[in-house]
């Protein structure tokens, strides 16, 4: 007996999706609850379940292709006699030529590699004919190229095969064969583009800056971050400062925490952060719900939990629907200075950068301290700017004073 697999309903407001790799190819035994495909949203990445044990029997659709949910997208037999394709069909299918080794079919990548790993292998530039496949034969998976990327990183890379003796290589300085590829964007990657364009289009965008002294965060961090992890089991870290400090911003500058409504102005009475996460396949930003009820260690423990979930690609719909302010912190890619865009339809958005010792003046001394630029990018529309500048004075201030965190000021 054979089952339909349908795309899943995949959140408010969501129909459709594109095939982004088949996880179980025709013939190959699939249990149930195992996914057999990856569905690309606008948002996030979304794996297909078999809602059956059996034998995949065929793909309806290809990779690439844009399916609408619940739309049929493969054909799975029930029980493990389901036959699987034919020898000889598939090899009426397949070049007659000789089939290529397994280092020949790493180097045709367009023939051989799945969009996930085309992905992986371009994001960290990475040779994949120097990697060894443990896919089904001998073929590379996403999980194989991470690893070559995170041991080239740890050491030098391993030295390439000889070539023949009578193909020396050719000089580089005489110009030799140069080649391009086009690759699709991923529907994620279309959806980011989309999204901050219509933000500068649709905002009267302008950024304010200022800069902090990190001394009293840092020297806290220090003091408790031993007793903190103890306690909470998470990691104290700076994201935590700097969301208490933009919930008392917003507090004492509601404009900020709004957002335009045709004709109108929608005010929040509650703070809803959306954290800039980096993941594979792009910038993702879930949301800290109540970030103005919650503490420093729920705080931490929500970051953390995303960038695990963002790293392995299993984040939700729901985890990124809302937010009423945004957080995005460059300073992790050594970022000294920016101008962040506003993630529609917020009103504003805070960018954080590195921490470097710079000489300041403190009492009429120069004195080294470690400090970070800040930028607050706004919509012009809503927020004035001394609504702008008096907010992220607020955020400084509490940044440089934490105990104005502890007792609303």
Same mark, same amino acid.
Not at 49 to 72: F, K, L, N, R, W
Not at 86 to 107: H, I, Q, V
Not at 340 to 365: K, T
């Given at each position: 007996?054979?089952?339909?697999?349908?795309?899943?309903?995949?959140?408010?407001?969501?129909?459709?999706?594109?095939?982004?790799?088949?996880?179980?190819?025709?013939?190959?035994?699939?249990?149930?609850?195992? @996914?057999?495909?990856?569905?690309?949203?606008?948002?996030?990445?979304? =794996?297909?379940?078999?809602?059956?044990?059996?034998?995949?029997?065929?793909?309806?659709?290809?990779?690439?292709?844009?399916?609408?949910?619940?739309?049929?997208?493969?054909?799975?037999?029930?029980?493990?006699?389901? @036959?699987?394709?034919?020898?000889?069909?598939?090899?009426?299918?397949?070049?007659?030529?000789?089939?290529?080794? *397994?280092?020949?079919?790493?180097?045709?990548?367009?023939?051989?590699?799945?969009?996930?790993?085309r992905r992986a292998v371009?994001?960290?530039? $990475?040779?994949?004919?120097?990697?060894?496949?443990?896919?089904?034969?001998?073929?590379?998976? %996403?999980?194989?190229?991470?690893?070559?990327?995170?041991? !080239?990183?740890?050491?030098? *890379?391993?030295?390439?095969?000889?070539?023949p003796a009578a193909a020396?290589?050719?000089?580089?300085?005489?110009?030799?064969?140069?080649?391009?590829? +086009?690759?699709?964007?991923? !529907?994620?990657?279309?959806?980011?583009?989309?999204?901050?364009?219509?933000?500068?289009? /649709?905002?009267?965008?302008?950024?304010?800056?200022?800069?902090?002294?990190?001394?009293?965060?840092?020297?806290?961090? =220090? %003091?408790? %971050?031993?007793?903190?992890?103890?306690?909470?089991? &998470? !990691?104290?870290?700076?994201?935590?400062?700097?969301? %208490?400090?933009?919930?008392?911003?917003?507090?004492?500058?509601?404009?900020? /925490?709004?957002?335009?409504?045709?004709?109108?102005?929608?005010?929040?009475?509650?703070?809803? &952060?959306?954290?800039?996460?980096?993941?594979?396949?792009?910038?993702?930003?879930?949301?800290?719900?109540?970030?103005?009820?919650?503490?420093?260690?729920?705080?931490?423990?929500?970051?953390?939990?995303?960038?695990? #979930?963002?790293?392995?690609?299993?984040?939700?719909?729901?985890?990124?629907?809302?937010?009423?302010?945004?957080?995005? /912190?460059?300073?992790?890619?050594?970022?000294?200075?920016?101008?962040?865009?506003? /993630?529609?339809?917020?009103?504003? $958005?805070?960018?954080?950068? +590195?921490?470097? =010792?710079?000489? $300041?003046?403190?009492?009429?001394?120069?004195?080294?301290?470690?400090?970070?630029?800040?930028?607050?990018?706004?919509?012009? !529309?809503?927020? =004035?700017? #001394?609504?702008?500048?008096?907010?992220?004075?607020? &955020?400084?201030?509490?940044?440089?004073?934490?105990?104005?965190?502890?007792?609303?000021?």
């Amino acid at each position: 007996m054979a089952t339909e697999i349908k795309v899943p309903v995949l959140g408010e407001s969501v129909t459709e999706g594109t095939i982004a790799e088949w996880l179980k190819q025709p013939g190959e035994a699939v249990a149930v609850d195992e @996914p057999i495909a990856s569905l690309e949203t606008d948002k996030v990445a979304v =794996d297909v379940p078999s809602p059956v044990a059996g034998v995949m029997s065929q793909h309806v659709v290809a990779v690439g292709d844009t399916v609408e949910v619940g739309a049929v997208i493969a054909i799975i037999e029930d029980g493990a006699s389901a @036959p699987a394709p034919a020898p000889a069909a598939a090899a009426a299918k397949a070049d007659p030529a000789p089939a290529p080794a *397994a280092s020949e079919e790493l180097l045709t990548p367009a023939q051989t590699m799945s969009p996930a790993v085309r992905r992986a292998v371009l994001e960290h530039g $990475v040779d994949p004919s120097t990697i060894k496949g443990t896919g089904k034969d001998g073929r590379l998976t %996403k999980e194989d190229v991470l690893a070559a990327a995170e041991a !080239r990183a740890k050491g030098p *890379a391993p030295a390439p095969a000889a070539a023949p003796a009578a193909a020396p290589a050719a000089p580089v300085a005489t110009g030799g064969a140069r080649g391009t590829e +086009r690759v699709k964007m991923t !529907r994620m990657r279309q959806t980011i583009a989309k999204r901050l364009k219509a933000a500068q289009e /649709n905002a009267a965008m302008l950024t304010t800056f200022n800069d902090v002294d990190m001394s009293a965060v840092i020297e806290a961090r =220090d %003091k408790y %971050k031993d007793l903190f992890a103890k306690k909470h089991d &998470i !990691r104290l870290g700076f994201m935590g400062f700097f969301a %208490k400090a933009a919930c008392l911003a917003l507090k004492d500058v509601p404009s900020v /925490n709004a957002y335009i409504d045709g004709d109108e102005i929608i005010y929040h009475d509650y703070v809803d &952060i959306s954290v800039a996460v980096s993941a594979p396949n792009g910038l993702v930003v879930p949301v800290i719900r109540d970030a103005d009820k919650k503490g420093f260690a729920r705080i931490e423990q929500d970051i953390a939990d995303f960038g695990a #979930r963002a790293k392995a690609g299993t984040l939700t719909m729901e985890d990124m629907t809302g937010g009423t302010f945004t957080i995005s /912190n460059g300073g992790v890619f050594g970022s000294l200075m920016s101008t962040p865009i506003i /993630n529609p339809p917020q009103s504003a $958005v805070l960018g954080l950068h +590195r921490i470097e =010792d710079r000489a $300041v003046v403190r009492d009429g001394q120069i004195v080294i301290r470690p400090m970070m630029y800040i930028a607050m990018s706004y919509d012009h !529309r809503l927020i =004035d700017g #001394r609504e702008a500048v008096t907010a992220l004075k607020i &955020i400084k201030e509490a940044i440089e004073d934490p105990t104005r965190m502890l007792i609303d000021l």
